[in-house]
């Protein structure tokens, strides 16, 4: 099935602000792209692209004073099926998990975990653990 995909996004800042976008297709669904993916920015700024240790395509831009506005609209081929899941994923013991994984168990700047992990007990710590447990986030979050 093509899906047509799309967004826009409006930036304000008080001053110039380098930034990092992972706005982009995956590298592995690229392929299946059917028209041009390119991000178009209001006022134009010049965008260099890399990828980051998790292999995503991530944009760099030096967002200017005041206002910005990016968008994009594209089509892409697609089954149109949910992920696959591991519906009988289960909860390891926090001391467990193996060292690759470590990385993604760590806090981000991006979320407050001292002030959200009460909140998180509070939304989930009462799921059965395991696929449940991710599930219920999951839907919380969409």
Not at 12 to 34: A, N
Not at 37 to 49: L, M, N, T, W
Not at 127 to 142: C, F, K, L
Request: proline share 8%; charged share 25%.
């Amino acid at each position: 099935m093509r899906i047509r995909c799309g967004y826009t996004i409006a930036l304000s800042s008080f001053s110039s602000t380098p930034m990092t976008l992972l706005l982009k297709v995956r590298p592995e669904k690229q392929p299946d792209l059917r028209s041009r993916e390119f991000i178009i920015s209001d006022p134009p700024v010049a965008f260099r692209q890399f990828r980051d240790p998790f292999g995503n395509v991530a944009t760099r831009i030096l967002v200017p004073a005041w206002r910005i506005a990016m968008s994009a609209d594209f089509v892409i081929e697609d089954r149109g099926w949910p992920d696959d899941h591991a519906s009988s994923a289960r909860q390891i013991p926090v001391q467990d998990p193996p060292d690759e994984a470590l990385l993604f168990l760590l806090g981000s700047r991006y979320c407050d975990t001292d002030k959200l992990s009460q909140t998180a007990w509070n939304l989930f710590g009462g799921t059965p653990e395991g696929w449940s447990r991710v599930q219920a986030a999951v839907n919380h979050a969409h």
